[in-house]
């Protein structure tokens, strides 16, 4: 069962008048002003079920799950992110991916660190697969702690936040390869930093003749749209081409808020992408899935990635099968625009592997036959002629045959 029926969604996503400042504000007990300061927010993270009290009534897993997941796991959570959740129903898809609950002390499949992160970076917090690009986690610190988070495994360490000697030594490694051109940073959420920081870890990775791109991958417009200021983007926008990938999971998250950090970074040319991950009970439904993917076109955030969650240690109550993934994305083809189609993935410790429905049903002769979202099958003219294929079609099987159409 979704949390809100397809309609009721999609009225609440489309007309929602009030904004989160006036509700939040009011729940705090503060001012606009103050609840919109977005050092007030980091200030005020709400990080145990004691503080939930009057703005959320807690499930007892909830309340039990603060306190036993306090060593392991981090919670924290901005009071933003807190207005925007159903005080009374545990299903709400903003409260499942921020509330801690006791489901995360059991699951036995999960591991630390399912992308081998570790052995894949070559000096501390630059992670390095494809040989032309790196990740380059600076931050150390969210304005929330998501409960599927793939670098859980981090949040016993101190100290790494934009951490001097590994920032400098990060860039020195980026700047004696000649190879690396689009640095991703990240974290953490980098954009938690002050503007004079994150300018000072921009010009100098701007200074580096081979690094072509910036990218930054943040939660900011979702978790604390406040911190996306005209002057952070400007600030951002001296160094391009920079582009900002951030991370929706369901359309309840695309507020007026958050609509206005998005389009704050259009305006200074930074495009914006959404990677979402694929979650039980935030996104898992082709109603909820289009909810979320029309809503960020209507913003202009593209979708880009949706991840298959990893089977990162205390997460397997939100992880989805594949193929449930695989009838997702086929339940969109078709039914939305394209370019709000974004890629479904799995990231590995070798790199990103798409899974895509499979529409090829195979080779007869000279022709390709595909099945259309509507489930007919068309046959394509299509000599194979001299060429030989890498990985060859499967032959079309005998009783499919009859079923071709064509022109
Ligand atoms: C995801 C990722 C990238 C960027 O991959 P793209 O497919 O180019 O977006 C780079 N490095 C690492 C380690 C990554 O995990």
Not at 140 to 168: A, S
Not at 247 to 263: G, L, R, W
Request: neutral net charge; proline residues 7%.
């Amino acid at each position: 069962m979704s949390f809100l029926s397809p309609t009721a969604l999609h009225t609440r996503t489309a007309s929602r008048k009030e904004d989160i400042t006036a509700h939040g504000a009011r729940l705090f007990n503060v001012s606009p002003e103050t609840f919109s300061n977005w050092r007030w927010q980091m200030k005020h993270q709400v990080q145990s079920a004691e503080e939930c009290a009057g703005l959320l009534s807690l499930t007892g897993s909830e309340q039990e799950a603060f306190v036993a997941l306090k060593e392991k796991f981090h919670a924290g959570i901005t009071p933003y992110y807190v207005a925007l959740m159903s005080a009374g129903d545990a299903r709400c898809p903003v409260r499942v991916q921020a509330l801690p609950v006791m489901e995360e002390q059991v699951d036995a499949l999960g591991v630390a660190d399912p992308l081998k992160e570790v052995t894949n970076s070559p000096v501390k917090e630059v992670v390095h697969v494809y040989e032309d690009r790196v990740a380059f986690c600076v931050a150390q610190l969210c304005p929330v702690y998501c409960r599927y988070c793939f670098r859980k495994r981090r949040d016993e360490e101190v100290g790494l936040h934009f951490n001097k000697t590994i920032v400098d030594a990060g860039i020195a490694y980026i700047a004696s390869n000649s190879r690396i051109r689009d640095v991703l940073i990240t974290g953490g959420d980098p954009l938690i930093a002050n503007d004079a920081t994150l300018e000072n870890l921009l010009s100098r990775l701007r200074a580096i003749p081979h690094v072509e791109i910036l990218r930054i991958g943040t939660r900011v417009p979702v978790t604390l749209p406040y911190r996306v200021t005209p002057e952070l983007a400007k600030m951002l926008a001296k160094y391009h081409p920079i582009w900002v990938n951030t991370h929706f999971n369901c359309a309840e998250e695309i507020t007026p808020e958050a609509t206005a950090a998005v389009d704050t970074l259009l305006r200074e040319g930074i495009p914006v992408g959404n990677q979402a991950v694929l979650l039980k009970g935030v996104n898992d439904t082709p109603e909820r899935l289009k909810a979320l993917v029309e809503g960020l076109v209507r913003i202009r955030a593209r979708p880009y990635y949706i991840y298959q969650a990893q089977i990162v240690e205390g997460t397997g109550h939100l992880r989805v099968p594949v193929e449930k993934g695989l009838d997702l994305m086929r339940s969109l083809r078709g039914n939305t625009t394209g370019f709000a189609i974004p890629q479904y993935v799995l990231d590995t410790p070798f790199g990103k592997v798409p899974l895509s429905p499979n529409h090829v049903v195979g080779r007869q002769g000279d022709e390709v036959v595909v099945e259309t979202n509507g489930g007919k099958l068309w046959g394509e003219p299509n000599p194979l002629g001299t060429y030989e294929p890498k990985r060859p079609l499967l032959d079309v099987p005998e009783e499919r045959k009859p079923h071709v159409v064509r022109l």
